[in-house]
């Protein structure tokens, strides 16, 4: 039996983060599409507490940012060692592919949010999805062995 090889844990870490912030801010322009912006925390014309599209927006963005960077770690650990077939491995890069064209192509259109409101509502989007995928990344490889 072939020994198990481990990738360096600051590769797989890096590399998950990567890909769960990518899938944050895929899901952050496809949801701006569908009126669930992160710009609507700062807009003054809102007469509720707390707009209802935000909040799910930061939600689905936070979750997403999380899972992505733990299943990302989680696949790249056992796709080394050849516990994932190969058949598995091409859907999820075919899913991974479409998720960010669908985003490329929502980006590609005129936004619907203000400029300003847009920007940091991305800004946030990006620090957001960052941060949680690093957390998704380290709660994966937290109990694989040290490289």
């Not at 689905?60 to 990302?72: E, K, P």
């Not at 300003?116 to 062995?145: D, P, T």
């Amino acid at each position: 039996m072939a020994e198990t090889i481990y990738f360096p844990r600051r590769l797989i870490l890096g590399a998950a983060a990567i890909a769960g912030v990518l899938l944050a801010l895929a899901v952050h322009m496809l949801g701006a599409r569908y009126g669930l912006d992160l710009g609507g925390l700062w807009r003054a014309d809102t007469h509720e507490f707390v707009p209802t599209g935000a909040a799910i927006a930061w939600w689905l963005i936070a979750s997403v940012g999380f899972s992505g960077g733990y299943f990302t770690a989680s696949l790249m650990q056992s796709a080394v060692s050849g516990q994932i077939p190969q058949r598995m491995r091409q859907f999820l890069i075919v899913v991974g592919v479409l998720l960010l064209a669908g985003a490329g192509q929502a980006a590609s259109a005129p936004s619907p949010i203000p400029t300003i409101s847009g920007v940091l509502g991305g800004l946030a989007a990006l620090c957001l999805g960052a941060v949680m995928a690093f957390c998704g990344a380290h709660f994966a490889l937290r109990g694989g062995k040290p490289n």
